[in-house]
């Protein structure tokens, strides 16, 4: 079992910046690839970016890209994703997210945070 953690989230203003964080308990995250999803109301869950615990390229949602930036801390257990020109679009309650590497299914999920931005 993999428990997840996020915090981070707030309400900021069109063209600011926030920075969420995931913390990561319960086994070892080496075959582990870490994701973000994101949930606007009345829209479907959507990826965001996921990075490979162990090391590799990160990528993202075309949506997001250039923007926002995933990384981890593996001396934290900690997988952040800095956002920055946020815009209202990109409202949403932000979760985070777990899967093996070789199974293409994110089996663990944490409770999700809440992000708004204001225009």
């Known amino acids: 079992q993999v428990q997840l953690v996020e915090s981070g989230g707030g309400l900021v203003q069109a063209g600011g910046s926030l920075r969420l964080s995931c913390v990561a308990s319960?086994?070892?995250?080496?075959?582990?690839?870490m994701g973000w999803f994101r949930q606007a109301p009345g829209k479907e869950r959507e990826f965001v970016a996921a990075?490979?615990?162990?090391?590799?390229?990160?990528y993202y949602a075309d949506s997001v890209k250039d923007r926002f930036t995933i990384s981890r801390d593996k001396a934290k257990n900690t997988v952040y994703l800095q956002m920055n020109s946020l815009r209202p679009e990109d409202t949403a309650v932000y979760y985070c997210?777990?899967?093996?590497?070789?199974?293409?299914?994110?089996?663990?999920w944490g409770q999700g945070t809440q992000v708004t931005v204001s225009s």
């Open positions: 319960g086994r070892t995250l080496s075959p582990y690839v």
């Open positions: 990075i490979n615990w162990s090391g590799g390229s990160p």
């Open positions: 997210a777990a899967r093996q590497t070789l199974v293409n299914l994110y089996a663990y």
